[in-house]
């Protein structure tokens, strides 16, 4: 079946840094993405959202970028802090009748360095 | 405005007892949803509502009941507890019909299953 992955487990980087998260997906019906933040020990949380008709939408302090004809996502993370060090998901809701089921991809440790 | 829910927090069970894990939120949100997380595998959608009395499958339903008898409240049932379905368990809401928004998720529980 379709599936949501994530080019590189891990990604270590210094304090103020920009770290760029990367995810690539097969389902071209996918309508609606989600890159989420998980802390040890407590369930994911939203950090941003983007819509299939964008390529591009920021937040404080992220990015996230979509390339449909490459099926990729990526979340970037401006001046990285260690506040940021967490595994990082994005998911995929496949649209039509997958009303409400995010595929979640295995996610991304990203750990910053003081 | 606690968010989502869940209790308990750990739960170790033997082979073949039964248990509910519970889940409740209080955004009058009208879906939910169970998931569970296990190394390597991502979030993996158990089962999920749409609203009260509307529950369905997801991707690994077998071996978990769930009833949707009011908005709030959305528990999980394992009838009798095997070791594979040792993982974590997060509950997750969205307000609104449409797919496009985030889930809200729990800080999840931990069930060890010997």
């Known amino acids: 079946g379709e599936s949501v992955g994530l080019h590189l487990p891990t990604l270590s980087v210094q304090e103020g840094d920009n770290s760029i998260i990367n995810c690539a997906y097969s389902n071209s019906a996918s309508d609606y993405f989600i890159w989420y933040k998980q802390e040890s020990g407590k369930g994911p949380q939203f950090i941003i959202d983007i819509r299939s008709n964008m390529d591009k939408r920021q937040g404080q302090r992220v990015t996230v970028l979509l390339n449909k004809t490459v099926k990729h996502l990526s979340l970037q993370i401006a001046a990285t802090q260690p506040g940021d060090s967490a595994v990082y998901f994005c998911?995929?809701?496949?649209?039509?009748?997958?009303?409400?089921?995010?595929?979640f991809g295995q996610g991304t440790i990203l750990t910053v360095h003081p | 405005n606690a968010g989502v829910t869940q209790t308990p927090k750990f739960q170790v069970l033997k082979t073949g007892q039964s248990m509910t894990l519970q889940c409740a939120q209080d955004m009058n949100h009208e879906y939910m949803s169970w998931y569970r997380q296990d190394p390597g595998m991502g979030l993996r959608l158990i089962h999920y509502s749409v609203g009260a009395g509307i529950t369905d499958q997801g991707e690994v339903p077998n071996g978990y009941n769930v009833s949707r008898s009011t908005t709030e409240d959305f528990p999980l049932r394992l009838l009798s507890a095997a070791p594979s379905q040792t993982s974590v368990y997060f509950c997750?809401?969205?307000?609104?019909?449409?797919?496009?928004?985030?889930?809200?998720f729990g800080n999840g529980t931990r069930l060890t299953v010997t």
């Open positions: 998911a995929e809701n496949a649209g039509g009748t997958s009303y409400g089921k995010l595929t």
């Open positions: 997750a809401s969205r307000g609104g019909t449409a797919p496009n928004s985030p889930l809200h």
